[in-house]
């Protein structure tokens, strides 16, 4: 608490002053703003001001308790999750009966949906009561006029035309507990997209919103093995009009550019900029200005051999059927731990002798469903 | 005031714990809740969770992870109901006498790490339920008080970056204090989880395939679902011969339910049987998915086979009894009328004699 006065004293004798002459001299014009904690008054900047208090956890909003730099310490209601207080949920209040309980254990099915009386805390007794649809529901941007996929927890789900603005919607009914929902499309030259990923709570009975996705942009180059010194045009399709960010390696060259009204976008480099090696590239989209800036995941990454041999891509459709999916999982698993034998295309998918887990990744990572 | 000391240090180290997993630059494979607390005769579920480096826009796609676990506790079961894998290279395992538990999955398309606004942690990849040693009698009880259970460090991960690149994992343990007395109640979270799971795996569909240079170029099925409560437990399989062969329906009465993952090499080659999955989860609840056969893709079984057969024989064995009877009755009936015919003659010849006698 001695320490707290020292601070007010030098705030209110040297840093008041200071402000004071800065205004006088024209020089700049600072507002500054004090606040006092400890001063049991709750001043701009606090939350809180209480003497004796020291945060510890609470299961209530009323039994909150106030930390020595005047702002609440962790509590049930304060719309954060703290599992290290088991909390198993926190949806910012201490009422029962909407999925959340008062005390931040997540109510199961059949104890009462979206505040209304239900109430009860035993999920034996959920099955019988009708909690409506379990739904997703995807708002999010991405090309103009393209077909956008959606695959939850591994199997596709449907499919939506994307507006002109590269704007889309979607809904589809779910299971409530963990969920993936992965995102794809291909773009106006026919590039796939890297699958957007996402991974939540769902919970039974409501309708759980996503809300701002990005497509990350497609990137392809004409050819990946290129002569040093060589100019390559990297190209691709994003949001309409938006600014989008090219990485070389490991961001240790980036490169902006603007994407047209169509989305697409193409960026000149010149490879002498690069060693003689293999490179990596990959972009993502940015939208808005700072600090409404908003920025996509990162797009599939490509190789660039600049100089150098090297094969881009790595085949996982291990029955040439146009998907990746559980058949090609099923094949990749009965060469398991083997050289893939006469496998064609080689269930030894990165060809370095074993069918193992690097495989089992590479095909996950081209996953269509 | 030391006791005092002693609380606020266990705070500050259990927040620590917590804290390192998500704030360092690097993803990181922990087990949670770090501490615990496990009286006689209770149980305590332990998650393993994953963190990806989210700054540096990293997912990852598949792990393979083994765990350690001393002998003071027991594991008791295993589940993946809440796991964000859905495909599994190798479900999870206990090993009781390595004291291991080993499991390698999935993720399609790899987990970018916590959506903003999620309602819960939704990064465990699988949950592990352990149960203290319970009481001992006449002494000799293990003097321990706690129980540390580690991931080994030949636990790998790898991003979902299309080449399989390992990733640089952060290995964090946890700590069960492990008290002799029994608790004010008896606690068995997991217990309470599997009563109340009622609802049966996920609906599902089961693929028929023909290996074509693997599989021995056999039929083979793919099945997989997921069960978000209690988690899958097992896949049985059952091969229902058809019935359109009215009563020779061999080997239909002993078709049973037989233990099997995906892939399975269906044992009835012909494809003349109804193919059934059942999928059962952690409280025995189930879901069976049926596949019947295209009847363009249909061969002769062996049985249908036998039936054909059967029948041609037993035609033939019926005419020939048949030919047979007619020869038989046919040569009857000649003698009969070459016996009556010599009879007559016989007849004949004597009331012709007699007429000669008579005159």
Redesign the interface.
């Known amino acids: 608490m001695r320490n707290y006065l020292y601070l007010l004293f030098l705030f209110v004798f040297v840093a008041v002053p200071l402000a004071s002459f800065a205004q006088s001299t024209n020089i700049a014009t600072t507002t500054l703003t004090i606040s006092i904690c400890g001063n049991e008054i709750v001043d701009g900047g606090e939350e809180c001001d209480v003497l004796g208090e020291t945060g510890v956890y609470s299961q209530t909003i009323a039994g909150r308790q106030c930390t020595a730099s005047c702002n609440f310490g962790p509590y049930c209601g304060d719309g954060i999750?703290q599992?290290?207080f088991a909390e198993?949920?926190?949806?910012g209040n201490n009422d029962n009966g909407d999925f959340?309980s008062a005390i931040c254990k997540?109510e199961?099915a059949g104890s009462g949906g979206g505040g209304s009386s239900g109430g009860g805390t035993s999920?034996?007794g959920g099955?019988t009561v009708d909690l409506g649809d379990t739904i997703i529901n995807v708002i999010g941007r991405g090309y103009p006029l393209r077909t956008i996929n959606f695959?939850l927890?591994?199997e596709s789900v449907g499919t939506v035309r994307s507006d002109s603005s590269g704007r889309f919607e979607f809904s589809t009914n779910a299971?409530?507990?963990?969920a993936?929902l992965?995102i794809?499309t291909t773009d106006v030259d026919g590039t796939r997209s890297?699958?957007?990923?996402?991974?939540?709570?769902v919970?039974q009975g409501a309708i759980t919103n996503?809300n701002g996705i990005i497509l990350p942009p497609t990137i392809s180059v004409p050819n990946p093995n290129v002569n040093p010194g060589d100019t390559i045009l990297i190209s691709g399709q994003s949001i309409p009009s938006s600014r989008v960010e090219v990485h070389v390696d490991n961001s240790t060259i980036v490169e902006t550019v603007t994407a047209g009204t169509d989305g697409k976008w193409s960026l000149s480099f010149d490879t002498s900029r690069v060693s003689v090696a293999q490179h990596t590239l990959r972009a993502?989209t940015l939208t808005g200005n700072p600090p409404l800036r908003t920025e996509s995941?990162?797009s599939?990454?490509i190789q660039l051999f600049v100089g150098v041999d090297g094969q881009a891509t790595?085949p996982s459709d291990l029955?040439r059927d146009g998907f990746i999916n559980?058949?090609d999982?099923?094949?990749l698993?009965?060469?398991?731990q083997t050289n893939g034998?006469?496998?064609?295309p080689p269930a030894d998918?990165?060809q370095n002798g074993r069918v193992s887990?690097?495989?089992?990744?590479?095909l996950?990572?081209?996953?269509t469903? | 005031m030391k006791q005092m000391f002693v609380r606020v240090f266990y705070l500050a180290t259990v927040a620590l714990l917590f804290i390192v997993p998500s704030s360092v630059q690097a993803a990181s494979l922990y087990i949670d809740p770090p501490f615990s607390t496990l009286f006689s005769g209770d149980s305590v579920t332990l998650a393993v969770r994953l963190d990806t480096d989210e700054a540096a826009g990293e997912c990852i796609n598949a792990v393979d992870a083994k765990i350690t676990y001393p002998a003071n506790v027991e594991p008791v079961d295993i589940s993946i109901g809440k796991s964000i894998f859905n495909i599994w290279v190798e479900q999870p395992k206990i090993n009781k006498q390595e004291r291991t538990i080993t499991f390698a999955g999935g993720i399609p398309n790899g987990y970018c790490g916590r959506v903003s606004g999620d309602p819960r942690l939704t990064n465990t990849l699988v949950e592990v339920v352990f149960r203290s040693p319970g009481f001992t009698i006449g002494g000799g009880s293990s003097d321990s008080s706690e129980a540390v259970v580690t991931l080994s460090d030949e636990s790998t991960a790898y991003l979902n970056d299309g080449r399989g690149t390992k990733v640089s994992l952060a290995l964090y343990p946890a700590k069960i204090s492990l008290e002799k007395g029994a608790g004010s109640a008896l606690v068995n979270q997991w217990q309470e989880e599997v009563d109340a799971d009622v609802v049966p795996p996920e609906d599902f569909s089961i693929l028929l395939q023909k290996g074509e240079g693997n599989f021995s170029n056999k039929y083979y099925i793919i099945f997989n679902t997921t069960d978000k409560q209690t988690g899958v437990d097992q896949y049985q399989v059952m091969e229902e011969p058809l019935t359109q062969f009215g009563t020779f329906q061999w080997g239909r009465a002993d078709a049973p339910w037989v233990e099997a993952r995906s892939p399975y090499v269906l044992k009835d080659q012909s494809l003349n049987s109804i193919v059934r999955v059942k999928a059962i989860d952690k409280a025995g609840n189930e879901y069976v998915a049926t596949l019947i056969p295209d009847g363009s893709m249909r061969t002769l079984s062996s049985s249908q086979i036998l039936t054909v057969a059967l029948t041609v024989v037993s035609l033939v064995v019926l005419l020939a009894v048949g030919f047979i009877s007619w020869r038989v009755i046919r040569n009857r009936r000649k003698e009969r009328i070459n016996t009556d015919d010599d009879y007559e003659n016989d007849e004949t010849a004597t009331s012709d004699d007699n007429e000669i006698h008579n005159d």
């Open positions: 999750l599992t290290a198993e949920c926190d949806d959340c997540i199961p999920g034996r099955s695959l927890d591994t299971s409530p507990g963990t993936t992965g794809w890297i699958t957007l990923n996402n991974t939540f709570d919970t996503l993502r995941s990162f599939t990454s790595l029955n559980l058949i999982f099923s094949i698993i009965f060469w398991w034998g006469d496998s064609d998918i990165n887990l690097e495989d089992f990744s590479i996950l990572f081209n996953w469903g």
